[in-house]
Structure formats: structure tokens, C-alpha cells
């Protein structure tokens, strides 16, 4: 999969060398591209920004370095898929990243939270799917950090990357799995730490009994953390 990713700030993506999506990267299954938004603008000082057109506060990001950058990198895509951090887009989801991880690449553009210009968007949903999407209900200073939460929930998805296929049916959140419910706690050695015993069920042995206490201890966990995935 390739993945560009646009952004004022390319040193904020270098998390995406460790770990899980580095080792994606150095095994050849992630193409990831990191691209510095002021080298498509012209002027001495490289200008991305200006006041808002009818006022307010903040800045705005100019359309034209966006242009260049989309029209240089967006080229590069066989089926583009153009996917924008913002606190006013749709919810970022699990099912989102894995009907992304069956695509063979997107481009991520970070703006700053007071946006883009929306003409930018408008412009390039006529050569590829244009997706705003949003983390949660709280506001980032920019996309920059929903861009590595939005990698490494598509990356995991790739055939090969995790090394437990299991690991991922079992996802809170992957589509039947414990459907619809968070997954409960986990344990592992030693049976009792600082006198807490772990919950005698899991060391019984009964593979049946063991799954019926994970259900019950997911539905408990859902309902005190997550009441709103109950509702329908
Ligand atoms: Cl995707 N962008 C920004 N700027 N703030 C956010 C967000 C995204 N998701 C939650 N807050």
C-alpha cells in the first residue's frame, strides 16, 4: 500500500518509523511518503496562511500549495483516495480503516484546525474521493497526530503486518468479533500480583465457561464505558 502524507510539520510523522508500521515499511508492504507542504510554495517566505475571508480568528491555509502538492502527489495514485483531518469531518471507524486497507493507497492532508480552504476539497473530489474525517470530539492543533492514529489503524489491517491474525478478528470493534461490544480485561503471569488473584475461571481450564465470563465481562465493561454502542 502507499500512503503520502502532506504536512507544515514532516518531523510530527516520524513515529511511523518504529514499530508495527516501520517494520511494515522496511518489509516492503507500506510505501509511506512524507511530503513538506512549503516546498510547493513560491515566496521568500513560504508562505501557507492567511486571515480569514469575512473575518474571525485563526488563519486559514491557502489554496495554492495545496494544489501543487495534491496535483504532484495525487497523480501518483491509481484509484485516489484523499482523506482530510479535521474536527468537522465524519467519524474515523474501524470500518473505515478496513475498507481502506483493501485500497491500494491514500493521501493524507494535514491542515492546521482552523482548515483548508475549502475550495481545495471541492476541486479534487472531481478526481478522487474526498474524505473528512475527524478522530473524536475533542479539537487537535492539526491533523498531524489523526494522521498517524489513521496509518496505523490501516496498516495493522494489512495482510501480513500483524503477526497474530487473530489478534485482529479479536479487535474491540472489528466487525464480529464481540460485536459491538468493547473487549473486557486481560490477565497473564503471575496468578496473584501484590495480592490481586486473576479470576479463577481463566485458569480452570474450561474453554466454554472461559468464553461465556469474557462475554458477561465485555457487556459489564460496555455498558460502564461505552453506553452509547448499546443504544440500537
Ligand atoms: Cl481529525 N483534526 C483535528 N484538528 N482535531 C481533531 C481531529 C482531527 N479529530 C479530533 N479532533
Given at each position: 500500500m502507499r500512503i503520502d502524507v502532506i504536512t507544515i510539520f514532516p518531523d510530527y510523522l516520524a513515529p511511523l518509523g518504529l514499530s508495527l508500521v516501520g517494520k511494515a515499511r522496511e518489509q516492503g508492504m507500506l510505501d509511506m511518503r512524507v511530503h513538506d507542504l512549503r516546498d510547493f510554495t513560491h515566496d521568500r517566505h513560504r508562505t501557507v496562511d492567511d486571515e480569514p475571508y469575512g473575518g474571525g480568528p485563526g488563519m486559514v491555509m491557502r489554496?495554492?500549495?495545496w494544489g501543487e502538492a495534491l496535483d504532484a502527489v495525487l497523480t501518483e495514485h491509481a484509484d485516489p483516495l484523499l482523506v482530510i483531518p479535521t474536527p468537522s469531518g465524519g467519524p474515523f471507524t474501524q470500518s473505515l480503516a478496513t475498507a481502506w486497507a483493501a485500497r491500494p493507497g491514500m493521501v493524507i492532508a494535514c491542515?492546521?484546525?482552523e482548515g483548508i480552504d475549502a475550495r481545495v476539497a471541492d476541486h479534487y473530489a472531481a478526481q478522487a474521493e474526498v474524505v473528512p474525517v475527524c478522530l473524536g470530539d475533542y479539537v487537535l492543533?492539526?491533523?498531524e497526530v489523526a494522521a498517524l492514529a489513521i496509518v496505523e489503524a490501516v496498516t495493522r489491517l494489512l495482510p501480513?503486518?500483524?503477526?497474530?491474525?487473530?489478534s485482529i478478528a479479536d479487535d474491540s470493534f472489528a466487525p464480529g468479533s464481540m460485536e459491538g461490544l468493547v473487549e473486557g480485561p486481560v490477565y497473564t503471569r503471575p496468578p496473584e500480583w501484590r495480592g490481586h488473584a486473576?479470576?479463577?475461571?481463566l485458569l480452570s481450564g474450561d474453554h466454554g465457561r472461559i468464553a461465556a465470563w469474557r462475554r458477561e465481562q465485555a457487556e459489564r465493561r460496555t455498558r460502564d464505558m461505552r453506553p452509547d454502542l448499546l443504544e440500537g
Open positions: 489554496p495554492e500549495p491542515g492546521r484546525y492543533a492539526g491533523g501480513g503486518v500483524v503477526g497474530n491474525e487473530a486473576v479470576p479463577d475461571v
